[in-house]
């Protein structure tokens, strides 16, 4: 639907807050219609419905809302009701506010009213929030719940991996080499059992082996628990004995922390990828090289399903951040990096150029071309994930997977050999 079309003699502003929210309503000419305060409850936003109905708002002519967050209860309802609904950087109406105000006062219902205002005189230049299914809206909370849960399990890891360099090098000796490091179940089940050196090095082999069947391990149990044996009987500088046992317990406690984000992680991620696989867009989005069921989620929950949401492919790479800005006054010109993006989708991207350049020729090609142009490693890669936007974003819009032959066909062999 394109509200900036449809008739609105009427906007509404909400500040919202914890316990109540300011409401406020303004004509056309800009002047005040209304001006109340609900609770945050039932009864206050069916007021606020109430409040709308009684100045116009219609299924065929809804009041654009404008408010300063797009998450919360308040917003899913007006959301759920179909009505545009315009998430306003509070910084926009700072700024907005001081138009209004030499002496610069400030309360609830100025900013409620610079809200209503600035869809009065500016709403063209602000986007709506996205009418995305609410498959996908669940698929956003899962994805950025499991991208925190990751985020947290890495800083457990580096509070651990700190604590053990201070007394306990024998472990990180013997996990060093892991793909998963501490964060790995035989290295946890481990130091659970034998959370100070002192300990490590009465672990006789059987226990180890025991410890490593515990953990999961399947193969090559006895030759590991030999290998880790050998590293905790080395010799090793120590703490004094009752600093070493009290570190000890410090060491559990941080464990713990460890064990509980990497649970949070695992069970997000398979509640993210399995919500990811019912959506329709699912086939699409993991024909990509590069891309597998969880980061797959991950890009759908920032990009969403609502088709109107990106009115083109570079509307879209601005918002992923792939896309350069330019910054030209004078004689002066910059091309630049984006630092205004969506972070998440940008890092998903890194990860999903980066893993592109061993499943496919034509990635590989392209970021070899960018690197031998002077492009650095970071740059390249962005170059990369902006080509796999504008590809995903066409592929979307027809319902159309990947192929690798449209995507980066080969160059004649003439332009080849004088290239070579």
Known sequence: ??????????????????????????????????KVRISDDAAGFAELMALLAEHGDSEDTPVPVA????RGLLVACLRAT?????AINPLAVARYRDRHSV??????????????????????????????????????????????????????????????REFYPAILTAFAQHKHGLCSREAR???????????????????????????????GIQAEAERIHEVFQRDYLHQLPQVE??????????????NTACDNADQLEEAATQAFEEHPDAPVIRSFPGLAALTGARVLAEIGDDRTRFATAGSLKAYAGSAPVTRASGKSCKVMSRKVKNQRLAAVGYVWAFNSLTRSTGARAHYDRRRAA??????????????????LFRCLQTGHT????????QAPAEVQAAAA
């Open 374 to 391: 002077g492009d650095h490693h970071v740059a390249a890669q962005r170059n990369l994930f902006n080509r796999f936007m504008s590809m």
């Open 402 to 409: 990947y192929n690798e032959t449209i995507a980066f066909p």
């Open 67 to 70: 408010i300063e967050t797009s």
């Open 103 to 164: 002496a610069r006062k400030k309360s609830d219902a100025v900013d409620a009213a610079a809200l209503a205002n600035i869809l009065r005189t500016d709403m063209a230049a602000h986007r709506p929030l996205p009418a995305d299914s609410e498959l996908v809206q669940a698929i956003t909370v899962l994805a950025r719940a499991q991208q925190d849960a990751v985020w947290a399990r890495g800083q457990a890891h580096n509070k651990l991996r700190s604590q053990l």
């Open 189 to 219: 089940s481990i130091l659970a059992a034998a959370p100070t050196p002192a300990l490590a090095a009465k672990l006789t082999r059987r226990r180890l082996q025991s410890l490593l069947k515990q953990a999961g391990r399947i193969r």
């Open 1 to 34: 639907m394109d509200i900036t079309g449809l008739p609105a003699p009427v906007f509404c502003g909400v500040d919202w807050a914890e316990e109540h929210h300011d409401i406020a309503l303004v004509d056309a000419g800009g002047q005040q219609l209304a």
């Open 245 to 258: 046992a009290a570190l000890g317990h410090q060491t559990s406690a941080l464990l713990r922390q460890l």
């Open 82 to 86: 179909g009505r545009p609904v315009f």
